[in-house]
């Protein structure tokens, strides 16, 4: 009988008639939830809400006493040329969605190339697949760390172009170089990523597609062209997606390789974020520039979608 | 693009002699590509070995190697490496510890259990997943704020319990593994419980060592919430450490390689000894870092 209303609960439902006829709950599936639960309510499902109310306020952390509503306020002053947010929040929106531009292409483009290069059965393929990986299980810090030690005015890359007789390049002061080297370390940390997620579609091909196409006498350009690329659409759409939504959120690269110079010129939107709620404590404020981040990034998703989901159906 | 157009041609051709010439450029391509991906990290090692005049010299093999760098990091009292690296390690193994223990009950009682309220709350949770991760930062720093857990492990952690993806990726998993074991373990007197511990989490060991894995990297390399929780320096983590040694020791180059030095080795070796694991994991969740 215990075993049989252990069965029913777990395959059918957790009420189980009782000998007094009342129906019981179990609890236990409850308690197998509830743990995480409370951490998911607390952490993503109450700050959904709560943010959109702290947006609502002049809310000062560093003044508890005065916090009034304030409506709409925060997110009209983000559309009034005249308010304090204005000229900063959309330059920083303009150069994340600069960043998107310049990272986006080489870290699809770059990562299908190299995973297209990899698959083959060539001995120690292995080896070069953990190697270009490797920069991505390094922190965001170290990578951009590197990037800024290298692009130094009296850094490596400059003396190696001063060795061969060039002329060396202020790489972190002067734009739009500094959009390239914060793209070029972002390549280096994450192109790794893409690669493997493409290899990992390319080895489902067959084998067969290639020869047959060979044999036709198509060459592998046409092959990649013909049969590599119409084949992993769903992949290069995935990988084009989640790239946006990474490169969205750029933030430890310019706050480390350029500190968002010059003159502001690459500061990120989410360090732009950081300092209206963190440094000068308009949490308000901060928290409507987070909603129209979240807005802004359905627009490109779903825009993205548009673009490229479409011609999946075709 | 020509080095892969170019073994095809001499392919079709049907020389022998053109594949290996193929192998050639293409061993040749991939060796380029790879110089490109290790020579950073090269340098890093090799700036961390310097004396301070050797920094801005471009000699690839320091003449004068020294752990200079690395023993004033560590007696520099307004750099606590030790702290941040033992920081980062409890910060890191709490972290992964209570992931994959609180995803593993949830994802069970998604994947087996019946319970009123069950698709409601996973619906809710598929849904948290189209919005992006700074639209809780400024309520959650205040969540944490009003808990008084800034400057705190707990105050770290907690937010990071309650992503959703493990939970998801558990329950897929669970849900892959055949039904029938656990009704025939039930029928033999077993429960519930004794069906998760003893039948489906040693069942689930590599989904369990994946999710572990991408959950142990990610929080030994995040920056951007422990940045804001933890202000006092003894409390840092090695990537908020190290961001700061940045701005406290600008143009000390040696000293600053030195601490990416230490905060990278153990993931290097946790790379190296564990990377087909790890890249597997990463092609089979597709979690972007």
Not at chain 1, 63 to 85: E, W
Not at chain 1, 226 to 246: D, S, Y
Not at chain 2, 120 to 141: D, K, Q, R, S
Request: charged share 10%; net charge positive; hydrophobic share 50%.
């Amino acid at each position: 009988m215990a075993v049989r209303d252990r069965v029913q609960s777990q395959s059918q439902s957790t009420t189980a008639p009782t000998a007094s006829g009342r129906r019981r709950i179990n609890l236990l599936p409850y308690l197998f939830v509830l743990p995480h639960l409370i951490f998911f309510a607390a952490f993503l499902g109450w700050p959904f809400f709560y943010g959109i109310f702290v947006s609502l306020f002049n809310y000062d952390f560093s003044d508890p006493t005065y916090r009034p509503f304030v409506g709409l306020q925060n997110y009209i002053n983000l559309f009034d040329s005249s308010s304090l947010q204005f000229a900063d929040f959309w330059r920083s929106v303009v150069n994340t969605g600069t960043f998107i531009v310049w990272s986006v292409p080489p870290l699809v483009i770059i990562g299908l190339l190299l995973a297209v290069l990899l698959n083959s059965k060539l001995p120690g393929r292995n080896i070069f697949r953990a190697i270009f990986f490797a920069p991505w299980s390094l922190s965001a810090v170290v990578a951009s760390l590197l990037g800024w030690w290298i692009f130094q005015d009296g850094g490596i890359l400059n003396q190696s172009i001063s060795g061969i007789g060039l002329q060396p390049n202020s790489w972190l002061g002067q734009m739009p170089w500094p959009w390239f080297a914060i793209t070029l370390t972002t390549v280096w940390w994450t192109v790794g990523f893409n690669t493997v997620i493409f290899l990992a579609a390319l080895q489902d091909i067959s084998e067969t597609l290639y020869e047959a196409a060979s044999i036709d006498g198509a060459n592998r350009v046409q092959q990649f062209l013909g049969i590599t690329v119409p084949l992993l659409r769903p992949v290069i759409f995935f990988i084009i997606t989640i790239q946006i939504i990474a490169s969205a959120n750029l933030f430890v690269q310019p706050r480390v390789i350029t500190g968002g110079g010059p003159a502001l010129q690459t500061e990120s939107l989410i360090m732009r974020i950081a300092t209206e709620s963190f440094q000068f404590f308009r949490m308000g404020s901060g928290a409507a520039m987070c909603v129209m981040f979240a807005i802004i990034l359905l627009i490109l998703t779903a825009l993205n979608f548009r673009l490229f989901g479409r011609t999946e159906q075709q | 693009m020509a080095s892969i157009a170019k073994p095809a041609v001499q392919a079709r051709s049907g020389m022998s002699n053109g594949k290996l010439v193929g192998r050639i450029v293409l061993y040749i391509v991939l060796g380029l590509v790879a110089i490109f991906f290790l020579l950073p990290l090269f340098w890093m090692l090799v700036t961390s070995l310097k004396p301070g005049d050797e920094w801005l010299q471009a000699n690839w093999l320091p003449k004068n190697p020294t752990f200079d760098n690395f023993t004033r990091l560590f007696n520099n009292p307004s750099a606590p490496m030790f702290n941040w690296f033992v920081n980062s390690i409890i910060i890191s193994g709490i972290a992964t510890f209570l992931t994959l223990t609180l995803d593993a009950l949830a994802g069970y009682a998604y994947s087996r259990l019946n319970f009123p309220g069950r698709k409601i709350l996973f619906a809710l949770m598929i849904g948290t997943l189209t919005l992006p991760g700074i639209v809780f930062l400024v309520p959650n720093y205040l969540t944490v704020n009003t808990l008084g857990w800034l400057n705190t492990y707990q105050g770290v952690i907690a937010p990071g319990l309650a992503g959703v993806f493990g939970v998801f990726f558990l329950r897929q998993f669970f849900q892959s593994l055949p039904k029938e074991l656990e009704e025939a373990a039930l029928i033999d007197g077993g429960t519930i419980w004794t069906n998760f511990w003893h039948i489906a989490l040693p069942l689930s060991r590599p989904a369990l060592a994946t999710l572990g894995i991408i959950t142990f990297l990610a929080s030994w390399n995040d920056y951007l919430w422990p940045w804001l929780v933890l202000n006092d320096p003894t409390k840092f983590t090695l990537p908020v450490g190290l961001a700061s040694l940045q701005g406290s020791f600008t143009f000390d180059y040696g000293l600053i390689m030195a601490g990416a030095v230490i905060a990278s080795l153990p993931v290097i070796i946790l790379y190296l000894l564990l990377q087909r694991y790890i890249i597997q994991s990463v092609a089979m969740t597709g979690l972007k870092g």
